[in-house]
């Protein structure tokens, strides 16, 4: 049986894994931290601590959060699979630590480089951004614990896949999976129902605690989801960061991304090099954020939750709500009262799609099936 399929049960959801990731390019850890010390899994990504600054900052971050946690907390990295050979330190530093390492980029990887990092007892998850790379050829190679589908909402370098439809994606199959991408008390009950082992928080934690300084904070409570933007997408090589106007990085980003377009005649790879040098947290002159959708979310959990582990404490009980919930009533089955209510055999309705859902012919089409009406 698929790993997701199967109904929702009205048991407590303790197997549930929640994550909350701290930025590598960060100083300090402080998500990472306080998620551990919540019973969560503490997750330090270090994919954009690229050069000697930024790793010399990763490594200092990832030595904070060892130093500061329990022996029995839950941690982890997040990292390409390209940067394996580069950071000889962690091996030496994780020895002997259970924990996760979520590998991205893993295609074009040594397997066998992979594999060595099951044999240090290290949990191996590999990260998709899109449907196609679970059926990649080299999986049957790799040894690994599951999946953690990446969805386009996520900051930095992503993809064209929603975490929705990941999530449909991976539930198909028979691994664990665990889902990062705008991420809401709603959305992670979801996908729990979903069948997915986890979700990943990101962004919307960064305004709980004192994870920033004052004039960045600022900044960031006024971000919406709509200042996240994209490009790359025509290239293969998508990065999602904050581009509210006047943030001058964004716009030196675009600039180095062109420029480096023109000089590889369109190369994913140079596309990436050219964005490495910008894509980091620092001055938002100089810098651009790599921030997603969740940002829209951070001020309204600052407020409500004001700490990382008081979101993980209500975040767990709401999920435990939820599935019972699902459990009772089974919202989505034939005859549901919403189905019953519109006269159809599934309580489907097709939402507001622009230039989709707003023309007679999509209307007709829908009502004939018998979806709504």
């Not at 097709?350 to 709504?372: K, N």
């Amino acid at each position: 049986m698929p790993y997701g399929s199967g109904r929702p049960t009205s048991s407590s959801v303790p197997d549930f894994s929640i994550g909350c990731m701290s930025p590598g390019s960060l100083q300090g850890a402080g998500i990472a931290i306080a998620a551990c010390r919540a019973g969560a899994y503490g997750i330090l990504n270090l994919e954009l601590c690229g050069g000697p600054e930024l790793h010399s900052l990763g490594l200092s971050n990832l030595n904070q959060i060892l130093s500061t946690i329990p022996e029995s907390a839950r941690f982890g990295i997040r990292i390409s699979a390209q940067q394996l050979h580069q950071w000889h330190e962690l091996r030496n530093l994780l020895r002997g630590k259970s924990h996760w390492q979520i590998l991205t980029d893993w295609e074009q990887h040594s397997h066998q480089k992979i594999n060595e990092l099951t044999s240090d007892g290290v949990c191996v998850w590999l990260e998709v951004k899109n449907p196609e790379q679970i059926r990649h050829p080299s999986v049957g190679a790799i040894k690994f614990t599951g999946w953690v589908g990446r969805g386009s909402e996520t900051g930095g370098w992503t993809g064209s896949a929603s975490a929705y439809i990941l999530t449909q994606a991976l539930s198909r199959q028979q691994r664990p999976f665990v889902i990062q991408g705008g991420i809401g008390f709603e959305a992670a009950a979801a996908c729990r129902i979903a069948g997915a082992a986890g979700v990943i928080l990101d962004d919307q934690l960064l305004l709980c605690g004192n994870n920033l300084s004052p004039e960045w904070r600022h900044i960031v409570s006024r971000l919406s989801a709509e200042d996240s933007a994209t490009v790359g997408e025509d290239r293969g090589a998508t990065v999602r960061f904050a581009a509210r106007s006047g943030m001058a990085g964004a716009t030196a980003l675009k600039q180095a991304l062109e420029a480096g377009l023109r000089a590889s005649g369109g190369s994913s790879q140079t596309w990436r090099n050219a964005a490495a040098g910008h894509l980091r947290w620092g001055d938002p002159s100089e810098f651009v954020w790599p921030v997603g959708q969740s940002i829209a979310l951070a001020p309204f959990w600052a407020e409500r939750f004001r700490t990382v582990g008081k979101a993980v404490q209500q975040l767990r009980t709401h999920l435990d709500q939820i599935v019972r919930q699902a459990a009772e009533h089974l919202p989505f089955a034939p005859g549901s009262p919403l189905a019953a209510a519109h006269g159809t055999r599934f309580p489907i309705v097709q939402g507001p799609m622009t230039r989709v859902s707003d023309s007679a012919e999509f209307a007709r089409a829908v009502a004939d099936r018998a979806a709504c009406r």
